[in-house]
C-alpha cells in the first residue's frame, strides 16, 4: 500500500521481496475468503488493538474500513458484510484483487524485484539484498520496511529483521504467536476420537474475559476462532506460569438451575453420554471433554450428580500447557515499538527508513482487523514518505 501511495504521489519505487513472487501471506488469507476488514463501529473496531489502539487511531480513521472496502471496489473487487459483519471480497478470494492491484502497480511504475532478501545496510547506507546472483546494494532516498511478523515463515515473512534492526539499537518488542492454536495434554481416547471435531456455540472464558465462539479440537491441543479471540490473554498466562486454565461453558444460554432440572429425570436404561446428549442436548466432542474434566479430577464422570453435572457443563477445565508454535499462527504479537517511530511512521533512529504493517507492536484478533490495520498503516507510511521526501531534499523527489 506504501509503494501505491508512493508512486500515485510520483516517487519511483521498487518493492524488495525475498520471496518469487508478490503476496504470498495475502492469497494465503484469501483462502478463508479474505476477511479484509470488519463493518462494526469504529470505536469498538479500534478497541481490538487493545493497548496499541491510540497508536492506530489517527492512522485507521485516515484509512478506515469503508476505505478499504471502496479501494477494493475500486480495483473491481466489490465487498459484501457477512452475518459476523466481517468484510470480504465478492469473490471470496485474494487472488483477483492481488492480480488487478499489481496490474494498477505496474501501470502507475512500481517495480518489483523479487528473490532479494535483505540483510541490512552497508557502510554507505545502501540497502543490502541477498540474491540468486550475490550481494546487491541499492541506495534508496527513503526506505518503507513492511517485512511482517514471523507467523507461515515459509510465505516470507520470518522475522530475521528484528535482529538488523536490534543491532541498529532499535527497540523491538519480542515476537511472539498470536491468533494461535495453545497445546492441551489431551488423554489417547479423546485425542483419537475427537481431533477435527468443533466445539460449536461455546463460551470460553480466561479471567475476567469470555468470548463466545467454536473451537477445535487438534491433535495437540485446541484451536479455532474463539481462542483466537483470546489467544493474548491465554499467551500471556501460559507464558508468565507456564500453563493456563480455560473454562470451557458447553450450554452458555443455560444457566445450572435450568440445567439441573433437565438433567434430574430418569436415565434409565440410557448410557450416560446418551442421556447428557439428550437430556441437555450436548454434542459427543463435548461429553468427551466433559469425561476429560472427570478422569482429571479422579472421579468416574457417572458419579458426579445432576446438579455436578450442571454445574461442569458451563465450567469445563482445559489445561493448556503450552502455545503453538509462532510459524503456525496467523499473526504475530510484538514488533518495533511505538517508541522507536515518529509521529510519520518513521524510525527515530534510522532517519529515511520507515516501517508499516505487522512488523510494528500491535496485535488484534481475526475478524478483519489484521489487514486493516497492515493496510492503513502502508498508507501512512507511504503519505509521510511522500512529505518527508518534500521537506528533506526536493532534489531526490524522483
Ligand atoms: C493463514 C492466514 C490467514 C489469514 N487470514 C487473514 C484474514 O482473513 N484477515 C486478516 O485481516 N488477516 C489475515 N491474516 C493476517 C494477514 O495476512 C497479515 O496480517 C498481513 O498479511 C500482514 O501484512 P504485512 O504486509 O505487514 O506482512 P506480510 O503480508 O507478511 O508481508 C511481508 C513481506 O515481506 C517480505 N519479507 C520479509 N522479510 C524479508 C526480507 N528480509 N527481505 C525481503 N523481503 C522480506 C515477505 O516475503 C512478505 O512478502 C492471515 C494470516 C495467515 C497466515
Request: one cysteine or more.
Amino acid at each position: 500500500m506504501a509503494a501505491e501511495v508512493l508512486a500515485q504521489g510520483g516517487a519511483r519505487v521498487t518493492v524488495f521481496d525475498t520471496m518469487p513472487s508478490a503476496g504470498r501471506k495475502f492469497l494465503m488469507a484469501g483462502r478463508g475468503g479474505l476477511n479484509l476488514t470488519h463493518s462494526e463501529p469504529l470505536p469498538q473496531f479500534m478497541a481490538r488493538y487493545r493497548e496499541a489502539a491510540p497508536r492506530l487511531q489517527a492512522t485507521i480513521e485516515e484509512f478506515p474500513p469503508d476505505a478499504l472496502r471502496a479501494w477494493s471496489e475500486a480495483l473491481g473487487e466489490p465487498t459484501f458484510v457477512g452475518t459476523s459483519g466481517r468484510v470480504f471480497p465478492k469473490a471470496f478470494k485474494a487472488s483477483p484483487l492481488l492480480r488487478a492491484w499489481l496490474r494498477r502497480l505496474d501501470a502507475a511504475g512500481v517495480q518489483f524485484a523479487f528473490r532479494h532478501r535483505w540483510s541490512g545496510w552497508d557502510g554507505d547506507g545502501r540497502l543490502l539484498f541477498q540474491t540468486a546472483d550475490g550481494a546487491s546494494a541499492v541506495a534508496a532516498c527513503a526506505t518503507v520496511l513492511a517485512l511482517g511478523g514471523a507467523s507461515w515463515p515459509r510465505l516470507g515473512s520470518d522475522g530475521s529483521w528484528v535482529d538488523i534492526l536490534a543491532a541498529k539499537g532499535v527497540a523491538v518488542a519480542r515476537l511472539r504467536p498470536a491468533n494461535s492454536g495453545f497445546r492441551v495434554a489431551w488423554s489417547d481416547v479423546f485425542r483419537d476420537r475427537f481431533e477435527g471435531q468443533p466445539l460449536k456455540g461455546v463460551a470460553l472464558t480466561i479471567g475476567a474475559h469470555t468470548v463466545r465462539g467454536e473451537a477445535m479440537i487438534t491433535r495437540s491441543g485446541i484451536e479455532g476462532g474463539a481462542i483466537y479471540a483470546l489467544s493474548a490473554e491465554l499467551r500471556e498466562a501460559v507464558l508468565d506460569l507456564g500453563q493456563a486454565r480455560l473454562m470451557v461453558a458447553l450450554r452458555p444460554d443455560l444457566d445450572a438451575a435450568a440445567l439441573t432440572t433437565r438433567l434430574s429425570g430418569t436415565r434409565g436404561k440410557q448410557s450416560l453420554a446418551n442421556f447428557l446428549r439428550k437430556a441437555a442436548q450436548l454434542s459427543p466432542v463435548g461429553i468427551g471433554l466433559m469425561q476429560e474434566a472427570a478422569i482429571a479430577s479422579g472421579r468416574p464422570l457417572a458419579s458426579f450428580s445432576p446438579a455436578e453435572l450442571a454445574q461442569l457443563i458451563n465450567a469445563i477445565p482445559v489445561q493448556l500447557t503450552g502455545v503453538a508454535p509462532i510459524d503456525r499462527a496467523i499473526s504475530t504479537a510484538g514488533g518495533i515499538r511505538f517508541d522507536e517511530l515518529d509521529e510519520h511512521f518513521m524510525l527515530r533512529k534510522l532517519p529515511g527508513v520507515f516501517a508499516a504493517g505487522e512488523m510494528l507492536d500491535w496485535e488484534a484478533p481475526t475478524g478483519g482487523y489484521l489487514l486493516q490495520a497492515s493496510f492503513a498503516t502502508g498508507a501512512a507510511a507511504g503519505r509521510d514518505v511522500l512529505q518527508w521526501l518534500a521537506g528533506a531534499t526536493p532534489s531526490l523527489r524522483a
